[in-house]
């Protein structure tokens, strides 16, 4: 498989979440890997995934080839909920109301704070291979497996006692 490139990378986020760059006036077309506007949050995503950025402010193809094939799922999670949380800290559109018209941007921010929230939690559930509904309940020795999204993560209930 080939490594992503910025301009791949970039353009995946355009496809994604463009529409809510566009509304707080950040660069939603540019897809050549000099999208200026990305650089944050793709550095944020490298470093969520505990890898190095040489420059904060301008990402590199090299900074992008660190990521392993098998968590990129995890990478292009980690870069939407960054790119989306620079977008929610730029958000200063209000409901209007003139006479009969109204324009209620309350919606959009709705559906913005709830992206965001279903990315957080996305995040904090375990990845990879295996992971998830294939293996949901299965025992080992008698205890539940402790990757199990279905068992147990930090956040959503204790483990039983003895589990762990």
């Known amino acids: 498989m080939p490594i992503p490139t910025?301009?791949?990378f970039e353009a995946w986020g355009v496809s994604r979440f463009g529409p809510y760059l566009r509304l707080v006036g950040k660069d939603a077309t540019t897809v050549d890997g000099t999208n200026v506007d990305?650089?944050?949050p793709l550095a944020d995503a490298l470093r969520s995934l505990g890898l190095t950025v040489v420059t904060y402010s301008n990402v590199t193809n090299s900074d992008l080839a660190q990521i392993p094939t098998?968590?990129?799922a995890q990478f292009h999670d980690f870069y939407e909920l960054a790119a989306l949380s620079s977008v929610w800290g730029c958000?200063?559109?209000v409901d209007f109301q003139a006479g009969m018209n109204r324009m209620a941007k309350?919606?959009?921010a709705k559906r913005l704070t709830e992206r965001i929230a279903a990315l957080e939690e996305k995040v904090r559930l375990p990845y990879g291979i295996n992971i998830g509904p294939s293996?949901?309940?299965l025992m080992t020795a008698g205890q539940p497996i402790p990757n199990d999204p279905n068992q147990y993560w930090?956040?959503?209930w204790s483990p039983p006692?003895?589990?762990m």
């Open 106 to 108: 309350d919606q959009i």
């Open 154 to 156: 930090p956040g959503r």
């Open 135 to 137: 293996v949901s309940g």
């Open 91 to 93: 958000w200063t559109e």
């Open 6 to 8: 910025r301009a791949d």
């Open 38 to 40: 990305l650089n944050y």
């Open 70 to 72: 098998d968590r990129l």
């Open 161 to 163: 006692f003895g589990t």
